[in-house]
């Protein structure tokens, strides 16, 4: 009887073994799985005359931090806001920045007053044009010092590198920041339509070929999209590779994110 249980377990075992083999025939296949964006599967066997599933992405995401080391004075911008490209969204502490413009300032108000008082004296003759070159050159260097801090006090001023929203706020004012990310930021005018279609299409669809985009039942209508990647790349685990189109998405209108269906034009 115990060699019978011994010999029920082991096939127990053996079985428990195949069925996770049958899950996952090969190695890292459930990473790969991972990898294949969404609609993979709803697509395959479909032909160029069929509707493909899609999906919406932002077409640009941004990590933005600042570019130098300090201590968050302000956050100008919250989750949700839409931003423009160059608009400032963050501050830094720049009270020392601030105080060492303002000295520089004064020291090159003062070299230009002193070049304006010898320019009658060179013209007497009461100086040497060697000492006039010294005094312009002394306010010519002051003149780009200035510039140099007002650069250094422009760096404590965190700008949006992109036109789109917030999506998520990752610090607070107080906080000290080196290398950490302040905001994530996403461009959703053009949107990214991603599909992934069966292998069999290769070659059918190109780049500059149009789209028409459908949300439904979230967002009524159609939409014109143009197709601007195509994957030179098959992946051989799903038979499928992947397209991309782009989107016009004025005003921000559609978001990002929304599972869409794709019919391409010839």
């Known amino acids: 009887m115990r060699r019978y249980l011994s010999f029920l377990a082991a096939a127990l075992l053996g079985a428990s073994s195949l069925q996770a083999q049958a899950a996952n025939p090969l190695p890292g296949a459930a990473d790969l799985r991972l990898q294949v964006p ?8 479909k032909t160029s005359a069929d509707d493909m599933e899609c999906l919406l992405e932002p077409h640009v995401v941004s990590d933005v931090g600042s570019p130098v080391e300090g201590t968050i004075a302000r956050l100008l911008v919250d989750r949700g806001a839409t931003v423009h490209v160059g608009q400032a969204i963050a501050r830094l502490n720049s009270g020392v920045e601030q105080a060492t413009l303002n000295l520089k300032r004064a020291e090159l108000a003062f070299d230009q007053r002193e070049v304006a008082r010898n320019e009658d004296l060179f013209k ?12 312009e050159t002394q306010a010519r260097v002051a003149e780009l010092q200035v510039k140099l801090q007002q650069a250094v006090l422009n760096q404590r001023t965190i700008l949006s590198p992109i036109n789109g929203v917030v999506v998520d706020r990752y610090l607070a004012p107080g906080d000290h920041v080196s290398q950490e990310k302040i905001f994530k930021l996403a461009q959703v005018d053009p949107l990214n339509v991603e599909v992934v279609v069966p292998s069999g299409l290769f070659g059918s669809i190109r780049p500059g070929m149009d789209g028409v985009v459908s949300m439904e039942p979230l967002i009524h209508g159609k939409y014109k999209a143009k197709v601007v990647v195509v994957d030179r790349v098959i992946d051989p685990a799903s038979g499928t590779f992947g397209v991309r189109l782009l989107l016009s998405n004025p005003g921000n209108r559609i978001p990002a994110g929304l599972k869409c269906r794709v019919h391409f034009e010839r």
């Open 38 to 45: 969404q609609g993979a599967g709803g697509n395959r066997g």
């Open 124 to 135: 007497k003759n009461l100086i040497s044009a060697d000492d006039k070159d010294k005094l």
